[in-house]
Structure formats: structure tokens, C-alpha cells
């Protein structure tokens, strides 16, 4: 018999994401959501009125935004724009050497010309990209672990070369799936000259009134242009920018047990959108799903065979929690 523990609320597998808190059965984020009811909101944002108003840049931009081009990159920039009057925000990407979706295309450009400000896209050499990548997924099945942590660092360190003393993201995702306790406005990150703020801190975030927002701002998701219905995930709106993102998701799924479909379909259940049963059918439909596009995107930007790819999984692969199905799929051992 399968040992393993879910949540009672939300559904989410225990025990395996690295972080994840819990109490008496119900993981954090559950029990964070509660929390947010707590939370006085129109406290922060005027707190935030008056930081700006205290703040003072040597540069002629107000603040870096950190941003992908996706739902969350739209909602900051009006968010800032819109409640609070701010004029000049520098949008700041990095960029990964996957191949970008037409959406993701457009998105990007979107972001810059809708609000009518300047965006500052880095990227990395190719081969640095790709020699990091590929060391994160033989090393760990973490292949963009270096890559994320270059967008959170890229925008901080263009905000000092600018003389820029904010940095906004979006959600604090420590916060929003259980691996913190505390809703914390400001980024570890920051330090004395240079504060990075989670503007998901301020609002009572939740996917549905990002993508709202999003797409009063002209943001397109991967249904606009029919051209990709991406599998082993229950929505096309989100991480929708390169089309071998999705692998790096993924990941997670030999090591944890769950992936993108657990992450979403739980969010959903706690923000009211799913029931727990539901949750649950979708999760063991497909959280277990690579999507083979974006697996061959994979392979043919970091130059790996599908066979050699198969091998790395294999190795990392938990049996405690996974069996291997007729069609050689890894799937979870309590929906077998
Ligand atoms: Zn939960």
C-alpha cells in the first residue's frame, strides 16, 4: 500500500516538496490562505504610497519592474502605473534560449508598448545558458535553477548600474505555496541601497485577478493563436513564454510526485475554483504528462538525445512514490 500523505483541503501531495510546511495534515499554503483574511491590505498599499513618496532616485526611472512577459509582468506594471501614478517604470528581463511561443512573442513586446515604457532584455550567452542548464538537470533534475535565479538578480543589479533604489516582483511564492509563514513584503534579496518588494504582498493576490488584469492590458494566452494545446497542465496562461519551460516544470514530477497540474489545480481549490475531488481527477489524469513538444525543444537547444534525456530522469527518478506504467510513463503509486 502507497504511503503517501495528502493534504486534507487542497489535495496537494505532503512530504515531498522541498520547504513545504504543514500542520495536522493540511499544508501551508492552505493554512496561508486562511492567514490572508488577516492581512490588511489597504494598510500596505498605503504604505506603499508613502514609500514612494519618501524614496528618492538619482535616476530617471522610477523603479526596475522584474518581469517575464506574462500575466503577473502585466498586472505589476498596471498596478504601479494605474494606483499610484508611477510614470517611469524600467522593465528588466532575462531571457532563456528556448524557443518562444507566438503568444510569448507577443506578450513580450506587448508589455512594453501597451504601458509605453522602456524594457531592458538580457541574455545570456547561449552556451553559458545552455552549459548551466544542462549541469542543473544531470546534477539535480533542476534545470533552470541558475537561470531563475539570474531573473531574480538581473533586474537587481541593472536597478544599482541605473542608480534605481526599487525592484518590484510579483507574487512571494515562498508565501503563496507553504514554505513561509509570513506574507513578507520585501525580497531577501534587497539590502540598504536597493529594496526589491513583492507586489503580490500588497494585494491579495490570486491568479484569477492577475490574468484580469492581464488581459485588460492586451495580454494573449496560447488559445489566441491555436498554435500549441500544451499537455500535463490544466491551463494555457501561464509560464507561457518559451516552449521547453515547461520541461524544467516537469522536473519536479520524478523527484516529488507532482508538478504544474498539482501546483495550479491546488491553487485553484484553495482560491475557490476547484473542488478537492476535482482537483484530485485532474491531478491523476495528468500531472504525470511531459509535454513532448516542449521535451524536444529541450533536447534540441541544450543538444541531448531523447535517449540520453530518459537516462537522467531515470536516475533521479523516486520510486517511493512512482511506478512505471504499461506505456513506460512514471506515474504516482497512490492512483495506481
Ligand atoms: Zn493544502
Redesign the pocket.
Known amino acids: 500500500m502507497s504511503t503517501i500523505r495528502i493534504?486534507?483541503?487542497?489535495?496537494?501531495i505532503l512530504g515531498t516538496r522541498p520547504g513545504l510546511l504543514e500542520q495536522d495534515g493540511?499544508?501551508q499554503?492552505?493554512l496561508n490562505i486562511e492567514e490572508k483574511k488577516n492581512i490588511d491590505f489597504t494598510a500596505r498599499q498605503q504604505w506603499l504610497s508613502q514609500y514612494f513618496k519618501e524614496s528618492h532616485n538619482k535616476s530617471k526611472y522610477d523603479c526596475v519592474v522584474g518581469v517575464s512577459g506574462g500575466k503577473d509582468s502585466h498586472m505589476i506594471v498596471y498596478r504601479l502605473m494605474h494606483d499610484y501614478g508611477i510614470k517611469r517604470p524600467l522593465l528588466v528581463s532575462a531571457v532563456d534560449e528556448f524557443t518562444m511561443t507566438e503568444a510569448g512573442k507577443y506578450n513580450r513586446d506587448n508589455i512594453s508598448r501597451h504601458f509605453g515604457i522602456d524594457h531592458i532584455q538580457f541574455r545570456y550567452s547561449h552556451d553559458e545558458f545552455c552549459e548551466q542548464a544542462l549541469a542543473g538537470f544531470k546534477g539535480d533534475l533542476h534545470p533552470l535553477r541558475w537561470f531563475e535565479e539570474q531573473c531574480y538578480k538581473v533586474p537587481f543589479e541593472i536597478a544599482k548600474n541605473f542608480g534605481i533604489n526599487t525592484v518590484f516582483m510579483g507574487e512571494n511564492s515562498a508565501f503563496e505555496y507553504?514554505s513561509a509563514k509570513q506574507l513578507d513584503i520585501f525580497c531577501p534579496l534587497s539590502d540598504e541601497e536597493t529594496k526589491v518588494i513583492f507586489l503580490g504582498a500588497i494585494y491579495p493576490y490570486s491568479i484569477a485577478d492577475s490574468l484580469a488584469i492581464a488581459k485588460q492590458c492586451g495580454f494573449r494566452d496560447l488559445t489566441y493563436y491555436n498554435e500549441w494545446y500544451r499537455q500535463g497542465t490544466i491551463e494555457q496562461y501561464a509560464q507561457i513564454d518559451s516552449i521547453a519551460y515547461l520541461v524544467h516544470i516537469w522536473c519536479k514530477f520524478p523527484k516529488f510526485g507532482f508538478q504544474r497540474v498539482s501546483d495550479i489545480a491546488?491553487r485553484h481549490?484553495?482560491e475557490g475554483l476547484l473542488t478537492k475531488e476535482q482537483a484530485l481527477q485532474l491531478i491523476q489524469d495528468r500531472d504525470y504528462i511531459l509535454d513532448p513538444a516542449a521535451k524536444a525543444d529541450f533536447c534540441r537547444t541544450l543538444e541531448i538525445s531523447n535517449q540520453y534525456f530518459d537516462d537522467i530522469v531515470e536516475k533521479h527518478a523516486n520510486y517511493n512514490l512512482l511506478y512505471k506504467d504499461c506505456n513506460n510513463n512514471l506515474r504516482r503509486l497512490d492512483f495506481k
Not at 7 to 12: A, L, R
Request: net charge positive; charged share 20%.
Open positions: 493534504c486534507k483541503k487542497c489535495g496537494f493540511i499544508c499554503a492552505c507553504g491546488c481549490v484553495r
